[in-house]
């Protein structure tokens, strides 16, 4: 099983709102990754996430705060995000070292 | 620095001609290689993956990728392309250090197919 589930689907908030992605995977990957794609570009790598402690954030703002609570969870929590945020936030695991990342189906992400 | 080229844009083939998209990387050491599917509002679907070993690469879905060093390249292949292969089509070079490693993604290539 190469499963990568990701939690909603869908998603509509305004500027002043706190939300949060979820992503969940039951590989036993301990390597977790959180991308933001734009319409039409490839995914950029926003954090990773090795044996649950945070390895990689890309310079990413603060509005986007990651977690993960457990090896096989992992949270973005957003909070006052601008329109320019809208996009498609994918979700990826993979085992820790030279492996390959399976992705989620995403998270579409409209900030009104 | 690491980067991953993928020259065409968009691309339209008919439906059962063959196919080649191309992908070039410029990565110091030897590169771990992937080409990944995305059909429109969905996640990547990883189609291959070059480690190591055999340079010729058979993937899902009919697919195949040869390595070539010399050329810098990671050329995907299918013989007989299929009204469903339509989607954005992306190769990628692995970036590994450490515990973690990281995707470099091409621009990726938009595939149409026409019948």
């Known amino acids: 099983d190469t499963e990568v589930t990701q939690t909603p689907k869908h998603l509509v908030m305004g500027m002043t709102n706190k939300k949060s992605l979820k992503c969940e995977q039951h590989?036993?990957?301990?390597?977790m990754y959180w991308y933001k794609q734009k319409a039409k570009k490839p995914p950029e790598l926003m954090f990773v996430?090795?044996?649950?402690?945070?390895?990689i954030n890309e310079s990413v703002p603060s509005r986007f705060s990651p977690e993960c609570p457990n090896s096989s969870l992992l949270n973005l929590h957003l909070h006052a995000l601008q329109p320019e945020d809208s996009a498609l936030y994918l979700c990826?695991?993979?085992?820790?070292?030279?492996?390959?990342?399976?992705f989620g189906p995403g998270t579409r992400l409209l900030v009104l | 620095a690491q980067s991953v080229t993928q020259p065409d844009i968009h691309i339209t083939v008919s439906e059962g001609a063959s196919l080649e998209l191309r992908c070039n990387y410029s990565?110091?050491?030897?590169?771990?290689l992937f080409w990944y599917v995305q059909s429109p509002g969905q996640g990547l679907q990883l189609l291959l993956k070059?480690?190591?070993?055999?340079?010729l690469v058979q993937g899902i879905k009919g697919f195949e990728a040869e390595f070539k060093r010399s050329q810098s390249s990671f050329n995907l292949r299918k013989p007989s392309v299929h009204w469903s292969d339509a989607a954005e089509y992306f190769c990628?070079?692995?970036?590994?250090?450490?515990?973690?490693?990281?995707?470099?993604f091409g621009t990726g290539t938009l595939l149409a197919v026409q019948p």
């Open positions: 990826a695991s993979s085992q820790v070292r030279r492996e390959t990342q399976y």
């Open positions: 590989m036993g990957h301990r390597a």
């Open positions: 996430y090795s044996y649950e402690k945070l390895s």
């Open positions: 990565y110091g050491a030897t590169p771990y």
């Open positions: 070059y480690f190591s070993g055999d340079t």
């Open positions: 990628a070079v692995g970036i590994h250090g450490g515990a973690t490693n990281k995707l470099i």
